[in-house]
Structure formats: structure tokens, C-alpha cells
């Protein structure tokens, strides 16, 4: 369990994690939702311990950045492959593209239009809340992701993504399914609703482009599934801390 939980962690951030035997990480991906409440918990104390000092717009982008520094922009660079390859005017030209590590105007525009949107919507809150919505964001996020991954068609290319939607199981993603939500509850109480539904339209909206645009899923498309929910959840988040607090705080 131990070694499954540090398998995921080495694979999804930057962290220098030292394993003694080789990870199995089709069995490390329901723990993917874990490290990333990990994650967003230490970006939502970043941001909310330097709304003490300086101002919230400050302080939101110095978080996003420790977030990014984290992670090695690992889905943020997934997102702007896909946007990129969707220049491709066929399937087979846009798997191409997909596979360019190069990123184009289309990627980069894509990749500063999350970062931008996250600052400001990290800004507009107070220190609860932006706390409560990175947790969020960062767990349901990955959650979707791996539930991707057992709902979505594996792309007719090889890579790691494609491998998982073949090899995991509907049990195993389930349980990494569940865990974001428990979390995501935990974290943000009855907000969980609206939050889930949220990532949950998202993911379905990628997961479609990939079947018609790509033939499937794979790893740049699952880190767009992550991205879209990460910013659906802070956008909803947004608006309900205008009118409420978490339930906690």
C-alpha cells in the first residue's frame, strides 16, 4: 500500500522519491486522487498564509506557481498538447502532433489561460475558501482523470495513458474514484455536489473530443481531463463563497 502510495507520488510530482523495486502503477493509480489533495494542500496554505502579508492576487500566483513547481507543470503540459494537436485536420495528423513534445501558439494559449484563470479565481477568495477549493480542485481533478481512464476508449497509439485505460480495472478506478470524492467532502463539505457534477461534465466533454478528434484516450488527454476539472472547480468555488463559507471555517 505504502509503495503503490509513493509510486503515485514519484509519478505525478517532482518530489525525489527513491523506490526500491520497480513500480506497478496501473495499482498506484487509485491512490493518483490522494497525492493530489496532498498537492492541493500545500498550494491552498501557500495561498492562504500569504493573504496575511501580501495582496490575494499576489499570493494566488505565487500558489499556482509552487503548484507547478510540484507537479513539473506534468498535466499543464498534457493540456497544451491536446490543444495543439486539435490544429491536425485528421485523427492521424493530430496523434501526430500529439506526440511532438513541441509546444505551438495553440498549446502555450491554452496553458497561460488556465494558469491566468486559476490566479484570479484563487484571488477572489478568502483564505478558507481558496484553501478548501485547491484541495478540491487538485483531488477531483485527478479523480476524473482516473475515472477517465475505465470510461474512455484507449487511443490507438501507444503511451501510457492509452496502457492504463487497457490494464486498470473498473474496481481499482472506482476506489480512486471514491477516495476523491471522500475527500472532496471532507475538505469542502456539501460543496462536493455542485463541484463533482462540475468535473464530471467536464471530463465527459474531453473524453468525447478524444473519441472523435483523437480515436481515444492517452496521457496528454487524461492531463486535459485534469486540467478542465482543476479550473470547473474553481470557477464553481468562486461562486459559492460569495454567499457561503466552508463548513468548517
Known amino acids: 500500500m505504502t509503495h503503490n502510495f509513493l509510486a503515485a507520488a514519484q509519478f505525478l510530482t517532482r518530489v525525489p522519491i527513491r523506490l526500491r523495486t520497480a513500480p506497478d502503477l496501473a495499482a498506484a493509480v487509485p491512490w493518483f486522487p490522494v497525492v493530489g489533495a496532498l498537492i492541493g ?61 513541441r509546444h505551438g501558439s495553440y498549446g502555450v494559449a491554452a496553458m497561460c489561460t488556465t494558469l491566468v484563470l486559476r490566479i484570479i479565481c484563487v484571488a477572489s477568495l ?26 474512455g476508449r484507449p487511443g490507438p497509439h501507444e503511451g501510457l495513458g492509452a496502457d492504463y485505460t487497457r490494464v486498470l480495472s473498473p474496481r481499482s478506478a472506482a476506489v480512486g474514484v471514491l477516495a476523491a ?6 475538505v469542502s463539505g456539501w460543496w462536493v455536489g455542485p463541484l463533482a457534477f462540475a468535473v464530471a ?3 465527459a466533454a474531453v473524453i468525447r473530443l478524444a473519441h472523435r478528434a483523437f480515436g481515444g484516450i492517452s496521457g496528454d488527454l487524461l492531463g486535459a481531463v485534469e486540467q478542465v476539472g482543476e479550473c470547473l472547480v474553481l470557477i464553481v468555488v468562486s461562486g459559492l463563497a460569495l454567499h457561503h463559507q466552508p463548513w468548517w471555517a
Open 181 to 186: 470524492l471522500a475527500i472532496g467532502a471532507l
Open 126 to 151: 478568502g483564505p478558507a475558501a481558496a484553501f478548501a477549493g485547491l484541495v478540491t480542485a487538485h483531488t477531483l481533478g485527478r479523480g476524473a482523470a482516473v475515472a477517465a481512464m475505465v470510461t
Open 41 to 101: 494542500a500545500a498550494v491552498g496554505l501557500v495561498a492562504a498564509g500569504l493573504t496575511e502579508v501580501v495582496p490575494a492576487s499576489v499570493a494566488a500566483a505565487v500558489a499556482i506557481i509552487v503548484g507547478l513547481l510540484i507537479t513539473g507543470a506534468f498535466h499543464e503540459d498534457g493540456l497544451a498538447d491536446t490543444a495543439d494537436a486539435l490544429g491536425g485536420m485528421t485523427p492521424e495528423r493530430r496523434r501526430e502532433i500529439l506526440k511532438d513534445s
Open 201 to 203: 461534465l467536464g471530463a
